[in-house]
């Protein structure tokens, strides 16, 4: 219900603007931009040749801050924790004081306005800087899945998307504001996402599950905007990296962005002012209730449950379950709610956690190493910025893809999402071989592929989880399923692919007689620097798909039924929101 007063000269404005303001389809504007922002550690392969060159560290040391990048992006328990226990403005404004704190101290290192710090510090602030956007996600993902449950698929895919996007969102916003200098391409990334989330502290909250008939209609309106979006942005950087963009062509390429992030606005007011006018125009209808029934019914519950909590306290007495039968034994059917150590001590659970090791380890990897592979290729910087924007770009593609695609496949002919997930592990080793084994233009190609395939792989993950353990603990568990990403990106960038990189240098330097003090940035040269790291990263992506296909087989069964049909039994009629009290 809205606010029934009003403004003299404003009519029904103001009860409109309070059910608009607390209405799902605002609250869910106000998650895309909320999400549009919290993709910053995408971009660390265009600021990360800064940190290497100012600070004067080699690629291992570059590829550590690397890994306490996705250490800190992927840990995503403690927002989850926070979560279950605070209101989502909470998490939201925490999240954005990291954000800021964590890069904003990067920034002022790498522009020497510090003296320099030790590479321990460095390490904990862009680990605390990336960690913040495990509450954005915590904050608005978890929100709105469980305003929209029966169509988790796509809304996961449409967040996840504009995450995917917002690394190249930003760089065209930072390239109107300061230039081609990715110094201050940090600085951006540490007040705007901050700024945004602050915004809309108060928006996004969880509401009172409800269903709509045109549901799926307005997802759709949604996704042919961020597609247009994307489209725009894409054919921007192929002009920018063709042409040379004067500061007047950047603001109105930022410009066009901007209103097109603000367009999923307009669709959401109409479609609450078209809800507004249904529920004032459908009268109440009270019925007819008759005192002394009521009394009689009253008297018949009061009777059944003394006879239920009589029936329970006999049977607790013969029937105690230790906490190991509870956890191991006794668990409920699959789509049921789990407890969060029901989940996480799970095979299912296990064999997701192989899988986000393989999977998303090597495509971390690689996108970590893009601005340094286009470097050995001899591409100049310009380039590089496009594959880091390609790879921003088809990341976003991906997630669209693996949301829309995957929910439809489900209801139609019941295809089940950890199928879908096995073929993009086994599509990312394609793009792996290719940077392994490069041609003329390869790169181009292997960063579509490698960002499609990064992008598909965390909507299913996280749509997988919440169908498979409930929506209860969701805000936890869907940040424990990623706990393999960061394990994999140590293992996969730190301990293999900068050591090997920087042997292939250390050769470099011996064939011309040089040793490592020689010089001050240790740099590879030729398509050999990558080539067998990415041999490994793609044989260790191949065994993650096979491995996903185990899950396939365990859940074929659940797949097949209606996984969704408690959440239709249990849902509201559309009435207007309020605010919370």
């Known amino acids: 219900m ?23 389809w605002f609250s869910l504007f106000a998650s895309f931009l909320v999400m549009a922002g919290a993709g910053a550690t995408y971009l660390f392969g265009v600021y990360s040749k800064e940190i290497k060159s100012s600070l004067g560290y080699d690629q291992t040391t570059l590829n550590l801050l690397g890994f306490f990048k996705d250490l800190g992006a992927n840990v995503g328990v ?18 954005s004081g990291l954000n800021f704190c964590g890069y904003f101290m990067i ?13 321990w510090q460095m390490c904990l602030y862009i680990c605390i800087g990336a960690n913040s956007q495990n509450f954005a996600n915590t904050g608005a993902l978890v929100t709105s899945v469980s305003n929209f449950p029966e169509s988790r698929g796509v ?21 109107a504001l300061y230039g081609n200098d990715s110094k201050s391409l940090i600085l951006l990334i540490a007040w705007l996402p901050a700024a945004i ?4 502290v108060y928006t996004i909250r969880k509401i009172s599950l409800v269903r709509q008939a045109n549901e799926l209609r307005m997802f759709y309106q949604f996704l042919y905007v961020s597609v247009f979006l994307a489209l725009f942005i894409m054919a ?31 669709i959401s007011i109409k479609e609450e002012l078209n809800l507004w006018r249904q529920n004032n125009q459908q009268p109440v209808s009270i019925p007819e209730v008759k005192i002394d029934n009521m009394i009689d019914q009253h008297h018949e519950y009061i009777e059944q449950e003394s006879t239920n909590v009589t029936n329970r306290k006999s049977t607790d007495g013969s029937h105690k379950t230790s906490c190991f039968a509870n956890v191991f034994l006794n668990k409920p059917e699959r789509g049921e709610d789990y407890s969060i150590l029901q989940a996480l001590l799970s095979t299912d659970m296990l064999i997701l956690f192989v899988s986000t090791f393989c999977g998303l380890g090597t495509s971390l990897t690689a996108v970590d190493n893009m601005g340094q592979i286009g470097e050995s290729l001899g591409y100049p910087a310009k380039t590089i ?22 929910e439809i496949l489900l209801a139609k002919y019941k295809f089940p999402r950890p199928l879908m997930f096995s073929l993009v592990l086994f599509l990312s080793c394609v793009g792996l071989l290719m940077i392994a084994f490069p041609i003329p233009g390869s790169v181009y190609v292997a960063s579509i592929i490698i960002g499609f395939s990064f992008g598909a792989q965390l909507p299913l993950i996280f749509a997988i989880i919440s169908e498979l353990f409930g929506l209860k603990y969701y805000s936890t568990l869907f940040n424990c399923g990623q706990l393999g990403s960061p394990l994999g990106t140590y293992i996969l960038n730190v301990m293999v692919t900068g050591p090997l990189y920087d042997r292939e240098a250390k050769k470099e330097l011996a064939r011309k007689g040089l040793t490592r003090a020689a010089v001050k940035e240790l740099v590879c040269m030729g398509s050999h620097c990558y080539r ?18 185990i899950l396939v087989v365990r859940t074929r069964e659940f797949y097949n039924g209606d996984i969704y049909k408690k959440f239709r039994d249990g849902v509201q009629p559309k009435t207007p929101a309020e605010p919370p009290k």
Do not use: D
């Open 2 to 24: 809205g606010v029934t007063t009003t403004i003299s000269g404003t009519g029904k404005t103001l009860p409109f603007l309070t059910h608009l303001i607390w209405g799902r």
């Open 78 to 95: 403690p927002s989850g924790l926070v979560a279950e226990v605070t209101p989502t403005w909470f998490v939201l404004l925490l999240g």
């Open 107 to 119: 920034w002022l290192a790498v522009t020497n306005r510090t003296s320099k710090p030790k590479v």
């Open 155 to 175: 809304v996961l895919g449409l967040l996840k998307g504009f995450t995917g996007l917002s690394g190249a969102i930003m760089t065209q916003i930072y390239l």
């Open 197 to 200: 989330s602050v915004v809309f």
């Open 236 to 266: 921007m950087t192929i002009a920018q990296n063709l042409a040379t963009f004067s500061t007047s062509a950047y603001a109105g390429s930022a410009s066009v962005v901007i209103f097109l992030l603000f367009v999923p606005l307009f």
């Open 385 to 406: 910025k496009t594959f880091v924007s390609l790879v921003s770009i088809w990341n976003y593609f991906g997630r669209i893809f693996s949301g829309f695609v995957s």
């Open 532 to 549: 067998l790291s990415f041999i490994i990263l793609a044989c260790v992506c191949c065994f993650g798909g096979l491995a996903s296909l």
